[in-house]
């Protein structure tokens, strides 16, 4: 199965009086890597349920290959959508290699492939027996993500999924993550407050403010100065460190 593409066709959500999402239009390639960042309540999360149909958009429409999402079942939707969040969610009474299966057991579909899933997100095919609780957070989420493509989905969406991560796990797996996306042909939206892997791993950034996408840029251009002001001043964050790093580095050896 090829790459899927994604489009938001003037997609909003209300709560009452609030906009979370506010007339989104947007189309993302087939086989892209996108990052959508932005600052907390700004809409996030929202938009990337109406891709799964978590939220119905109270307006508008999300087509996936030309689709609307909203045609069909949403379980044999959500089948077909890998969503990874921070909160992991993993069955604590079942086994690795039980939670990794739950998708295509419930559907009565073929059983998952446990071990070609281990291999895949780079854990010891020996973890399958194990109880979530004997995992580090780590390992966890790499379950978590093995579960998310044990249906064979092929768009794969991530919110906030390496939050709960020390620092150098969550580079490892962000860098595993874009390998993964490359290797099996992924179409996936990361969903990141952290500018720097957005600019890092994704091909594409979007930077949401008050329920908009404002700003619409690769990583090069954003380097460059380009994206406008609300993307530079995120991507200033990581670039004043890196900067104060480097001041730093040069007092301490001078
Ligand atoms: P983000 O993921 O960027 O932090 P969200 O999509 O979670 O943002 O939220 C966007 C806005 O919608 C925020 O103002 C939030 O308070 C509001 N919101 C989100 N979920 C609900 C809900 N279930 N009921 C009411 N308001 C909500
Ligand atoms: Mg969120």
Do not use: C, W
């Not at 939670?99 to 780079?122: E, F, K």
């Not at 290797?183 to 949401?208: F, K, S, W």
């Amino acid at each position: 199965m090829p790459a899927q593409s994604l489009r938001f066709d003037a997609v909003s959500k209300a709560y009452g009086e609030t906009l979370a999402v506010d007339g989104v239009d947007l189309s993302i390639a087939a086989g892209s890597f996108v990052a959508l960042v932005g600052a907390s309540g700004s809409g996030k999360s929202t938009l990337l349920k109406t891709i799964n149909r978590l939220i119905a958009p109270t307006a508008g429409r999300v087509l996936i290959d030309g689709v609307d999402v909203a045609d069909g079942p949403a379980p044999a939707l959500r089948r077909r959508i890998g969503y990874v969040f921070q909160s992991i969610g993993l069955f604590p009474h079942m086994s690795v290699a039980e939670n990794i299966g739950i998708g295509p057991r419930i559907a009565g579909d073929p059983p998952a492939n446990v071990a070609r899933l281990l291999d895949l997100v780079d854990l010891p095919r020996e973890i399958a027996t194990r109880m979530p609780e004997a995992l580090s957070g780590g390992q966890r989420q790499r379950v978590a993500i093995a579960r998310a493509l044990a249906p064979g989905a092929k768009l794969l969406l991530l919110d906030e999924a390496f939050g709960a991560l020390d620092p150098v796990t969550r580079d490892a797996l962000g860098t595993e993550i874009r390998a993964l996306h490359d290797r099996l042909e992924l179409t996936t939206i990361l969903v990141t407050h952290d500018m720097a892997e957005a600019l890092l791993l994704a091909d594409r950034v979007l930077v949401m403010q008050a329920g908009r996408i404002v700003a619409d840029a690769t990583p090069a251009a954003l380097l460059n100065g380009g994206g406008g002001e609300a993307a530079q001043a995120l991507v200033a964050v990581p670039r004043h460190q890196a900067d104060r790093l480097r001041t730093l580095a040069q007092e301490r050896t001078a």
